[in-house]
């Protein structure tokens, strides 16, 4: 067996209730056991979690409570057995930092996969995890299992349980709303709330407390373990993690009348999600995967981002649809264009084109965007606003005739992706055209499945795969008196960019690098509203360095 194959098998406990905290101080008993009375629990609490992977080393994690400073040892292995240990040191746990702790294991080859764990001064051991460097030098294949949008009140996480199970993969990506900050009594609804799927606290977050709560209840979950203790990850932040469609100075959801000051609530977040998550304090970062490609993580929420425009307040105060698209159309050809408007902010910004840069000049043949918000251009279609069905909700109807508005004035659907930021992302085109890049934007968000061949100015630019959500309903909401298949229909027909989409099926992208092939399977699970569910069906849509998809 070749060092830079994955394991036959994963070599890890079993995931079933028995065995998933075996090694760890978590009885099983504990899995059904109300989160806030596992507070009182001692040990380790949450498994454990790898990330940041670079050739010669790796982020690992976990958490300890002892309810006061803990010095913990670690230890990486080449078997699980841990007959002898490659690396090893020790890092200590706290309640200053939730009792999670993140030590870098470095000095290790690159290209293979590891077991890690932490010991504990009374001899307990956490779980065993498994993790894997980064490639050097030629890469014939790299595989990413890529996820978004996770909300544990809709459904059972089968997609994480569907990749983990797999063994397909050497990185797992998630794209952010790796929880949602909502009332669980809101969102979801009750008539869409699964049972068995309790979230704490019972209350929107807004508390240092509250973040850190909503991590140990969603990390509670035995498949979102499971699938950090099968691969290393690299994740970043949506707006979720800290409250919807949030920005550099405030949020959707955040009323600072009644929560506090949103640079308070910002900080928590942060905070919150560095503690409980495998990775570095630094905002932006690339991978290198050998000489194939350069992943770019990107931040696009909480930096630089400026406010979200918003079409509602554009036509508030319209006293006729003729007015209403005078509106919309002089705020297209002036406003919507406004330069100084960032996504990215000046410095990411300069990091990222000189990166591409930089990955092109290597030799790299692929270079990847991984970042929350589509950056394909995507407008709603007006034919959705005709023959709206008489019991249509109020609020639905709203939302669809103002989209439909938008679409007549040239606006987009979505004024929270890259297409609420136009000149912001004219500067990420322009920087990977003078690099001669081949770019391969992943998204999240939008909870649908997406393919968009992305161009800017008459010349290609590359392509986007926007992922479907793990268990977050999709775009089927929006136009719910339409069937699937003629509003996904009506929407690629109206959209240039957009080659293919799924708007009512959940699961994730296995993404697929090849020195001549970028390919993206969305797999869509059978169900999230029972435990198990597998893949149902798949999608497979690719590219070339040509620029354009191969649909299939």
């Known amino acids: 067996m070749l060092p830079t194959e994955p394991p036959a098998a994963p070599h890890l406990p079993a995931l079933d209730r028995r065995t998933l905290f075996k090694g760890g101080a ?30 010669e080393g790796v982020l690992l994690w976990t958490r300890y409570a002892a309810g006061q400073d803990t010095r913990l040892t670690w230890e990486v292995a080449e078997s699980p057995e841990f007959t002898r240990a490659v690396v090893g040191g020790d890092v200590v746990a706290g309640p200053g930092s939730d009792g999670c702790c993140k030590p870098r294991a470095t000095g290790l080859e690159p ?16 779980d065993i995890g498994r993790t894997r460097t980064l490639p050097a030098g030629p890469v014939d294949r790299f595989r990413m299992a890529v996820f978004s949008c996770s909300n544990l009140g809709f459904g059972w996480f089968n997609a ?55 991590y140990a209840s969603y990390r509670n979950d035995p498949d979102l373990r499971r699938l950090h203790q099968s691969y290393p990850m690299i994740s970043g932040w949506d707006d979720h993690e800290s409250a919807n469609d949030s920005w550099e100075g405030g949020a959707e959801n955040h009323q600072p009348d009644s929560e506090g000051p949103w640079s308070a609530r910002k900080a928590a977040a942060m905070r919150a999600y560095r503690e409980w998550m495998p990775v570095s304090d630094e905002p932006w970062a ?21 406010e979200q425009f918003s079409v509602g307040r554009i036509l508030s105060g319209q006293e006729n649809p003729q007015e209403a698209l005078a509106a919309l159309t002089a705020f297209r050809d002036d406003g919507y264009r406004d330069s100084s408007r960032e996504l990215l902010g000046m410095d990411q910004q300069r990091w990222l084109a000189s990166g591409l840069a930089a990955s092109k ?3 790299k043949m692929w270079q990847v965007l991984v970042q929350q918000v589509l950056m394909g251009r995507l407008a709603t279609p007006p034919a959705l606003a005709e023959g709206l069905p008489a019991d249509l909700p109020d609020y639905v109807r709203r939302r669809i005739l103002a989209g439909a508005m938008a679409g007549r004035a040239g606006l987009p659907l979505n004024m929270d992706a ?37 161009d800017h100015a008459g010349a290609r630019v590359g392509v986007e795969f926007g992922g479907q959500s793990v268990t977050s309903p999709g775009f089927e909401t929006y136009a719910p008196y339409l069937a699937s298949g003629d509003l996904e229909r009506a929407t690629v027909a109206h959209n240039p960019q957009l080659k293919w989409m799924d708007g009512s099926r959940r699961g994730y992208m296995a993404v697929e690098l090849t020195p001549e092939r970028a390919t993206s399977e969305y797999r869509f699970v059978s169900s999230v509203r029972e435990r198990g569910a597998g893949v149902a069906a798949t999608k497979r849509i690719s590219t070339t360095t040509d620029r354009r998809l191969d649909i299939g």
């Not at 932490?118 to 956490?126: C, K, L, R, V």
């Open 26 to 55: 978590l009885a099983a008993g504990m899995l059904s056991a109300p989160l806030a009375a596992q507070f009182g629990a001692r040990g380790f609490t949450h498994g454990v979690a790898s990330g940041e992977p670079s050739a």
């Open 418 to 454: 890259w297409d609420g930021y136009p000149a912001a992302r004219d500067r990420v085109f322009e920087a990977a055209l003078a690099a001669d890049a081949n770019l391969v934007s992943l998204a999240g968000d939008t909870h649908n499945a997406w393919a968009f061949d992305l």
């Open 361 to 363: 000049r290597g030799g």
């Open 160 to 214: 994480y349980r569907h990749a983990a199970e797999s063994n397909d993969f050497d990185l797992a990506l998630h794209l952010g709303d790796y929880f949602y900050e909502y009332d669980p009594q809101t969102y979801p609804s009750a008539d869409q709330r699964v049972e068995g799927r309790t979230v704490w606290p019972p209350s929107e977050i807004v508390a240092l407390a509250d973040y850190r709560l909503r």
């Open 286 to 306: 690339a991978y290198e995967v050998g000489d194939l490609a350069t992943l770019f993580r990107l931040e696009t929420r909480l930096t630089a981002r400026a």
């Open 111 to 126: 290209g293979r996969w590891y077991y890690y764990r932490f010991t504990a001064p009374d001899g307990s051991h956490s």
